[in-house]
Every structure is written in structure tokens, then in C-alpha cells.
């Protein structure tokens, strides 16, 4: 679900974001530098893959 993020000074809706850890956006409006950051960090789909194990490479000798 996409959450609004908006203007800390005068309220304009300046984007619809899905999730974040950092965000960083000033407003076209009034041109304050608004700043967000996730309360907490839920772990996404592509983060809760885990990684190929693989075997390790004998070396020639």
C-alpha cells in the first residue's frame, strides 16, 4: 500500500512511496528539503532470499 509523503511546510503531496529507508525530496512549491526515514525496517521479498551457496574451488596443484 502506497503511503503519501508530503510537504512538512505547506502540505503539498510531493510523492506516493511504497517503502524507504532514507528519502530525501524538496518541495517544487515552497522549496523546503523534506527528509524521511523508515520508523522500522520491514524486510522485503528480495531481501528475504538467501544467498546461492557455493561449493568452494579446489585449487589446482
Known sequence: ML???????????????GGF?????????CGTLNHGKATSLEQSPMSAIRPIQRPELKSAK
Request: net charge positive.
Open 21 to 29: 529507508t532514507e528519502l530525501q525530496i524538496k518541495c517544487s512549491r
Open 3 to 17: 503511503k503519501e509523503f508530503r510537504c512538512g511546510n505547506c502540505k503539498r503531496l510531493l510523492a506516493r512511496t
